[in-house]
């Protein structure tokens, strides 16, 4: 938050090519790399440290590297050849490595991001229509081509078809939520239980037995909340660097949450990713928390303007600025 996020540009380029290395070593069978249910997603870096989920780091180094490369690209990201060809040679690659692991939760919520960051940008609409298409396509043939999103997707059209195998945390965390009722059972006092899953990906059905529809409400509300005010930094922020990493964080951010929720409640297939900020799990939370830091760096130097354009990067420059902290006086009082 106290750093002049600017400084991300200069780290631009080296922060992608890490998350893409930390993304290819996590697939090469080594000790270094973990499999988890058939999933190899997490790299083991010793005894004294914690795993690191590479895909988390990418989310980040995504909506960074893509925030510059677009801002130095401005109005020809509407071009075919020189914008969206060259966008989507950056992003297949990672998204192709995040779906080899397989990870698809995650591959779901990277599309949702560049294409946010794209439509943002200025993208030419046809062009976008045709990137929607080929992504629906892409996802139809991962889908033709596995069993394991195959059994996902008919696990949510009849979880009960088998409550204790394949529909067991479908099952479970709706009779969770059911079990809540309007005010809950109370803290720590729940009837249901989709161990072990009740701490990271299944955390809302949890929230919503123990407080209620009402606490459930409160939840959706601060990422409402959270949503409203970073649309509000993405507008108002001094240049089309910052405008566009306000977007993109706000948009994983949010996704991110519709998507947890949305599998809690029976309307997505299971995917395995976290709620921000509620869920357990290390790399999710520092990562989402390092994005809000640089969500927080762009909103204090909003200024009044309209909507985002890649057409020009305007601004007061990309480094320098000194950022006042908290016991300092504001930089228009100066």
Known sequence: MRLDYRYLRVVSVPLAVLAFGLLVVVMVPSPLSVSVNGSARWLHLGPF???VHPAEVAKLALVVYLSHWLANRGSGIRSFWKGSVPFAIIVIPFLALVVREPDLGTAAVIVLIVFSLYFVAGANLVHLILAGLAGAGGGAIVVAMGSYPLQRIQTLLDPWADPQN???QTVHGLEAISAGGLFGTGLGNARISVHPYDVNDFIFSV?????GLLGGAVVIGLFIALAYAGIRTALRAPDTFGGLMAAGITAWLCFQALINIGVVVAVVPVT???LPFVSA???S??????AVGILLSISRETVERGWISASADSGRGYGGTYLPGSRRRSIASG
């Open 166 to 168: 394949t529909g067991y």
């Open 285 to 290: 939370l520092t990562v989402s928390l390092a």
């Open 49 to 51: 440290l914690p795993d």
């Open 281 to 283: 799990g290390g790399s």
């Open 207 to 211: 929230i919503a037995q123990e407080l």
């Open 272 to 274: 395995g990713i976290t």
